[in-house]
C-alpha cells in the first residue's frame, strides 16, 4: 500500500470513530434529557392525581359531616320504626344531595317554616 492510501485510511477510520462516539454521546444525552423530562412530567401527574384525590376526600368528609348534622337525617334516625316510604324519601334525599354536591352547585335545604338545615356553596 502506499503512503496516501494509507493516510487516506487512517483518516477514513478517525472519521468514522469520531462519528459514531459523537452519535453515542449524542444519543445518552438526548436519552438522558428524555427520561428527565419523563420523570418530571410523571411527579407532576402524580402531585395533580393527589390533589385531586385530597380534594375529593375532602370533599365526601365534608358531605359526611353535614348529614351527620343534619337534622332530617336525626330525625330519622331517633325514630325505632322505620317505613318503607319514609327510607325510600330519605335515599332519594341523599341521592340528590350527592347529585347536586358532585355538580358544585349552591344548595340550600330548609323546611316550610323558613328553617335552614343544610347549606353548601360551590365546589
Do not use: P
Not at 348534622?69 to 325510600?88: D, F, G, N, P
Request: proline content about 0%; aromatic content about 8%; some cysteine.
Amino acid at each position: 500500500m502506499t503512503l496516501r492510501k494509507k493516510l487516506m485510511l487512517s483518516f477514513l477510520i478517525l472519521v468514522l470513530l469520531m462519528g459514531s462516539m459523537i452519535g453515542y454521546f449524542s444519543y445518552q444525552n438526548a436519552k438522558n434529557l428524555v427520561l428527565e423530562n419523563k420523570e418530571q412530567e410523571m411527579a407532576d401527574t402524580i402531585n395533580r392525581i393527589d390533589i385531586s384525590i385530597n380534594s375529593q376526600v375532602q370533599q365526601i368528609n365534608r358531605l359526611a359531616e353535614n348529614v351527620k348534622s343534619s337534622q332530617i337525617v336525626r330525625a330519622y334516625l331517633k325514630k325505632e320504626i322505620h317505613t318503607q316510604e319514609e327510607t325510600e324519601e330519605l335515599n332519594d334525599w341523599m341521592e340528590r344531595l350527592l347529585n347536586l354536591i358532585s355538580s358544585c352547585s349552591d344548595l340550600i335545604l330548609m323546611n316550610e317554616d323558613g328553617t335552614v338545615y343544610y347549606s353548601y356553596s360551590g365546589c
